[in-house]
């Protein structure tokens, strides 16, 4: 099993910065991908941004450019940084790991942006 905890989401104006930061622990072998997911009230949950065991990165249209998303293996733990939050940005971010068994979640860390 894999444990997540995630932590960093707020409440934030239009335009300002939050860092998401997801630590992993447990049995960590055989992971590939590392990502965050969001859900907005009465919307399915969306990809926001992934990175691969090799560097390769993912990102939603929505986000590119504001979002970045990096990972220290030393720490175990995945970061999303996000700047020039909008309102449309305001969801439950979860954070994701996929390895050689299956799918990991979070339990979910609210961003929320003011107009």
């Known amino acids: 099993q894999v444990q997540l905890a995630e932590s960093g989401g707020g409440l934030v104006q239009t335009g300002g910065s939050l860092r998401l930061s997801c630590a992993a622990s447990?049995?960590?072998?055989?992971?590939?991908?590392v990502g965050w997911y969001r859900q907005a009230p009465g919307k399915q949950r969306e990809l926001a941004a992934t990175?691969?065991?090799?560097?390769?990165?993912n990102y939603a249209d929505s986000v590119k450019g504001r979002f970045t998303i990096s990972r220290d293996n030393a720490k175990s733990t995945v970061y999303l940084q996000m700047n020039s939050l909008k309102p449309e940005d305001t969801a439950v971010y979860y954070c994701?790991?996929?390895?050689?068994?299956?799918?990991?979640w979070g339990q979910g860390t609210q961003v929320t942006v003011s107009s």
């Open positions: 447990g049995r960590l072998f055989g992971i590939y991908a």
């Open positions: 994701n790991v996929k390895n050689i068994v299956g799918d990991y």
């Open positions: 990175v691969t065991n090799g560097g390769s990165t």
